[in-house]
Structures are given as structure tokens and as C-alpha cells.
């Protein structure tokens, strides 16, 4: 593919050739015949001018990659005229004997036939490379077209996906919604009903025990029982709490980011016995009730997983509200995500539903592992202040 620029100097020298060419052929036909050497002079012109135009011909033909036949039918064109060119040459030069006597003898003979071969020949390869390039244009203009075609259909099925993108995106807002207010209803429920009966079979047993005591030999089989029961009370008690608390956090609500997160991180700490640190600064700013939640669920999501795959000793969670930002980062010393079966794909979904959730609310979300070396995650998100 010829280049602009190359393309406008490549038409320029090819106008500058054939205007010298006209110019020199009409010279050499005004030079006078009257004198001994006058048509050796024109014949002389007339190759210089043949050989500018010939010069062109050549030029053009062989920017053509891979055309071989136009190539070597141009090449023998150029021999032909340039030999009867020659012949013309040496029948007008005024000396006797050689080659010129030959000439002189059979220059007629050979000379029309062999400039009549080179122009048929020429214009034969010119038709034919104009005949390629007529095809090419309409094969380029068929593949335009059909590309233009392609584009828009791309351009249509893009369009499609993103609208489907956008569409998806809003159902898993709509769904985390949901269970949101689902896991709220659920926490309520144990709090009301559950935990209202297990209080009432905590009083009862106390009750019991204290009636059992009044007795002048209370049965002591009786009140290990009732003990037994109450601490088993007391420990469901525990479990429904905590319980209702990751269902719902009410202290996000009631007292705020910091002090759920300090919660959290503690409780994780009681269960699996991993060391824990917290870096929570604040700075007094208040982050919106969504973007605390979604921070909340994600850090809580992190520790789920050092618990169930990281096999980790140490954990760190770093907090950082400022006025337009709040960043959270959760690392630890485990062993990194693991392409292993099973627990990578569990590992995929819940990495998939945290960076959709960021994403839902403006944020960046980011992972970085190393095999053997641990995981971190980083979270960037507006603050949504209230």
C-alpha cells in the first residue's frame, strides 16, 4: 500500500517524465533533416523520450507485488521498441558497411513490426493492470462493504451485552437488597420469637431449681441436670446472637463502622484462634449507610474465607475514612488462592460477588496473592457521607 504523501510525488514525477517526454519528441521532430546528421539527432531524441516513458511504464508495473505476467510482458514490450528504436538509430546514421549496411538492408523489414509488437504488447499490460485494479476496487468495496456490515453487527451485539451488563447489575443490587432485608426479617424473627422463648425456658429452669433447693433432700441428680440444661440454654443463647448479629448487624447501625468491625474481627479471633490486628481510623467521618454495609460484608466475606481456605496464623484489617474515600485492606500470611478444585471455584464466586458489590456503589476492588506467601485485599470506595 502506496502511502499519501509517496502516492501525490509518485503522480508528480510521472507528470514531470511524460511532459519531458512531449517536449523532447516534439524537438526531435523540428530538428532539420537537410543536414548529414539531422535524422540521426531526431532518431536520438525519440529513444530518450521512448526511454523516459518506458522508464515510467517499468516503474509502475513493478510496484505491483506478485504480478509476474504483467512484470515480464512489460519487460519484453521494452525490449521490442527499444530494439526498433536501435534499428531507427542505425538506418539513419550516413555510414556504409556492418552492421549499418544490415540495418540500411533489413531496418524496414523489422522495424515497424517490432515497434508495433512493443505498443500492442504495452498497452496489453497497461489494460491488463487496469483490468486488476478495476477488480480489486470492486473486491475492496465488497469487503468494505460486508466489514461495514460486520461492524454494525458487533456494534449492535456490544450495545446488547452492555445493556444486559446493566440489566444483570441492577438485579444484583435489587437481590443484595433483598437479602439484606431478608437476613433483617430473619434476625428479628430469632430475636422475637427464639430468643423470647429461650429467656423464658432459662427463667423456668431457674424456677425449677429453686424449687427443687427447698426440699429438706433436693434430689442432686436433678439439679446437675437442671444446670446442665441452663448452660446448654445460656450457650444457645450465645449462638442465636451471634447469629442474629451476622445476619444483621444492628451495632453497624446503632454505633457505626469502626465499632462493627472491631466486633467482628474480635469474634474471628475467639474462633479460629488466628492472631488479628485492627487499623481502623475514621477521622470522624460518617460513611452512608450502604457504603458501611457493603464494607462490613466484605471484610466479614475475607474472614470467612481465611477461615475456610488460607490455613493463616496472622490477619490484619486496615480501615481508612477520609471526607471522599474510604479504604479497606484484609491480608494475611496463608497460603494464597489455590487453583485447586472445589475451594478455588467457592473462592471465585465469593471474590465475584464482593468486587460486583464495590462495583454497584462507584468503587475499585483489587486482589493480590502469592502462593505460599498469602492474600490481600484492597477496597477503594466513595464514602457516600451523611
Known amino acids: 500500500m502506496i502511502r499519501d504523501d509517496k502516492l501525490s510525488r509518485l503522480r508528480f514525477s510521472i507528470l514531470i517524465a511524460m511532459c519531458a517526454a512531449f517536449a523532447i519528441e516534439i ?32 516503474y509502475l508495473i513493478f510496484q505491483l507485488k506478485g504480478r509476474h505476467l504483467l512484470q515480464g510482458m512489460v519487460s519484453v514490450a521494452t525490449a521490442f521498441l527499444m530494439l526498433s528504436q536501435v534499428v ?31 505498443l500492442v504488447l504495452l498497452l496489453t499490460t497497461f489494460y491488463f493492470a487496469l483490468l486488476e485494479t478495476v477488480t480489486t476496487k470492486a473486491q475492496l468495496r465488497l469487503e468494505r462493504t460486508a466489514l461495514v456490515k460486520e461492524i454494525g453487527e458487533r456494534e449492535r451485539a ?44 432459662k427463667i423456668e429452669l431457674a424456677n425449677l431449681r429453686r ?6 433432700s433436693p434430689d442432686t441428680a436433678a439439679l446437675e441436670a437442671i444446670a446442665s440444661m441452663s448452660e446448654q440454654v445460656d450457650a444457645t443463647v450465645q449462638a442465636t446472637r451471634r447469629i442474629m448479629t451476622e445476619l444483621h448487624p444492628a451495632m453497624l447501625e446503632e454505633l457505626g463502622l469502626k465499632p462493627a468491625l472491631e466486633w467482628l474481627v474480635a469474634e474471628f479471633g475467639k474462633r479460629t484462634e488466628i492472631g488479628c490486628r485492627t487499623t481502623l481510623y475514621t ?21 470467612t474465607n481465611v477461615a475456610r481456605h488460607a490455613k493463616a496464623s496472622e490477619l490484619e484489617v486496615h480501615l481508612s475514612v477520609k471526607p471522599d474515600t474510604i479504604k479497606v ?9 489455590q487453583a485447586t478444585p472445589g475451594a478455588a471455584a467457592a473462592k471465585t464466586f465469593g471474590i465475584a460477588g464482593m468486587r460486583e458489590r464495590i462495583t454497584q456503589l462507584g468503587g475499585e476492588f483489587s486482589i493480590q ?14 464514602t457516600g457521607e451523611v
Do not use: M
Not at 531507427?88 to 558497411?97: H, K, Q, V
Not at 444483570?168 to 423470647?196: F, I, M, N, P, Y
Not at 467521618?285 to 458501611?292: K, N, R
Open 88 to 118: 531507427a538509430i542505425l538506418r539513419s546514421a550516413p555510414l556504409e558497411g556492418g552492421i549499418y549496411a544490415w540495418a540500411d538492408q533489413w531496418g524496414p523489414t523489422i522495424e515497424n513490426p517490432l515497434l508495433l509488437a512493443g
Open 283 to 303: 477521622n470522624g467521618v460518617l460513611p452512608g449507610h450502604e457504603q458501611s454495609r457493603a464494607i462490613f460484608r466484605i471484610v466479614q466475606e475475607c474472614l
Open 27 to 58: 524537438a526531435a521532430r523540428r530538428v532539420n533533416d537537410s543536414i548529414v546528421w539531422g535524422p540521426l539527432y531526431a532518431d536520438f531524441l525519440s529513444l530518450i523520450a521512448l526511454l523516459l516513458l518506458i522508464s515510467a511504464a517499468l
Open 369 to 382: 496473592t502469592v502462593p505460599g506467601e498469602g492474600t490481600r485485599v484492597r477496597v477503594n470506595l466513595p
Open 158 to 201: 456490544q450495545l446488547e451485552l452492555q445493556q444486559s451488563r446493566d440489566e444483570l447489575r441492577t438485579l444484583s443490587a435489587h437481590v443484595e437488597t433483598v437479602r439484606e432485608d431478608e437476613r433483617a426479617r430473619l434476625s428479628r424473627e430469632l430475636h422475637d420469637d427464639l430468643g423470647q422463648t429461650l429467656t423464658s425456658l
Open 211 to 216: 424449687h427443687i433447693s427447698k426440699h429438706a
Open 329 to 337: 485492606e484484609v491480608s494475611d500470611n496463608g497460603v494464597g488462592i
